[in-house]
C-alpha cells in the first residue's frame, strides 16, 4: 500500500561519506576520464521492492506507488551524488549511473511505461549532472533503439554498453539515426569474442571502428562490462591492441 511506502525506512544521504573521492579521483586526472556520482539504480530498487512483476501490475493498478518508490529511491542517490560534486566535482568527469532497461529480443517494458515512469526521474540526474558541468551516461545494456530518441530529448549525452547482438541494436543503423547527438559506449561483441579466433578479434575490432568512429561519439569496449571466463584470453589483448592502433581519436 501506499501508506508502507511511506512508512519504508529509506536510506539516509548521510550514510554515504564523500571526502576521500577527490583524492583517490586526482591519482587518475589526466589519464582517464574519471566516472563519478552515484551509480543511482532506481529503477533496479523499484524491481528490488515491488519484484518485477508487482511492479508492472502496479504502474497500472496502482500508479501513485511507484512513482512514490521511484521518488524516494532517486532523491536519495540524486542527493548523495550532490555532495559527491560539491566534495569532488573538479576531479570528476563524466557522471556515470546505471539501470538495466532492454532484454536482449527488446525493452523490459513499453515505451509508454518507460516514459511515464522511468524517463522522468532519469531526467533529474541529467540536469544535476549537467548543472555540474559533467556529461552524463546511462549503462543499460540489451535492446535499447527504441528509448534513445526519449534519451537524447531530456539530454543524455550517451550510453554504455551497446550489444550488437540485441535487436534493433545493429551498428550502422545506430550511428546513421542517432550518431550526431549520442555517444555510444562498447559494441564490440562479446559473444563472438568468445567463438573466434585472434585474427578474428583483430577483424571484428577493426570493423566496429570502422563504423562507429566517424565524427565522434563513439568510445571502444567490450559490448557488455564483464568478458566471461571462457573468452581466450589472446582474443582480449588482440581486441585492446586493435584500438590503440586504430582506434584513437586525433587530439
Not at 551509480?39 to 512513482?67: K, R, T
Not at 539515426?177 to 559473444?191: A, K, L, S, V, Y
Amino acid at each position: 500500500s501506499l501508506e508502507e511506502v511511506l512508512a519504508y525506512p529509506w536510506p539516509d544521504p548521510d550514510w554515504i561519506e564523500v571526502s576521500h573521492i577527490r583524492e583517490e579521483a586526482l591519482q587518475w586526472g589526466g589519464e582517464f576520464a574519471i566516472l563519478g556520482g552515484e551509480w543511482s539504480p532506481f529503477w533496479h530498487d523499484a524491481i528490488d521492492l515491488l519484484d518485477f512483476d508487482g511492479l508492472i501490475y502496479q504502474m497500472y493498478d496502482n500508479p501513485e506507488i511507484v512513482h512514490t518508490v521511484m521518488q524516494r529511491t532517486s532523491e536519495y542517490y540524486l542527493e548523495v551524488s550532490r555532495r559527491i560534486f560539491e566534495a569532488a566535482g573538479d576531479a570528476i568527469d563524466i557522471f556515470f549511473i546505471g539501470n538495466d532497461l532492454g532484454a536482449q529480443t527488446g525493452p523490459l517494458l513499453s515505451p509508454p511505461l518507460f516514459r511515464e515512469f522511468v524517463l522522468p526521474y532519469l531526467k533529474r540526474f541529467v540536469d544535476l549532472g549537467h548543472e555540474y558541468g559533467k556529461l552524463v551516461v546511462l549503462h543499460t545494456d540489451g535492446s535499447m533503439r527504441e528509448f534513445i530518441p526519449d534519451l537524447i530529448a531530456i539530454g543524455m549525452d550517451g550510453m554504455q554498453s551497446v550489444q550488437p547482438y540485441c535487436r534493433g541494436m545493429d551498428l550502422a543503423g545506430l550511428k546513421r539515426d542517432f550518431g550526431r547527438d549520442f555517444t555510444f559506449f562498447g559494441c564490440i561483441d562479446t559473444q563472438r569474442l568468445i567463438e573466434t579466433t585472434p585474427e578474428g578479434a583483430r577483424q571484428l575490432t577493426r570493423e566496429v571502428l570502422e563504423i562507429m568512429m566517424p565524427g565522434g561519439g563513439f568510445i571502444a569496449s567490450p559490448s557488455h562490462d564483464y568478458l566471461l571466463p571462457e573468452t581466450p584470453v589472446e582474443n582480449v589483448i588482440i581486441m585492446y591492441e586493435t584500438i590503440r592502433e586504430c582506434g584513437s581519436y586525433d587530439p
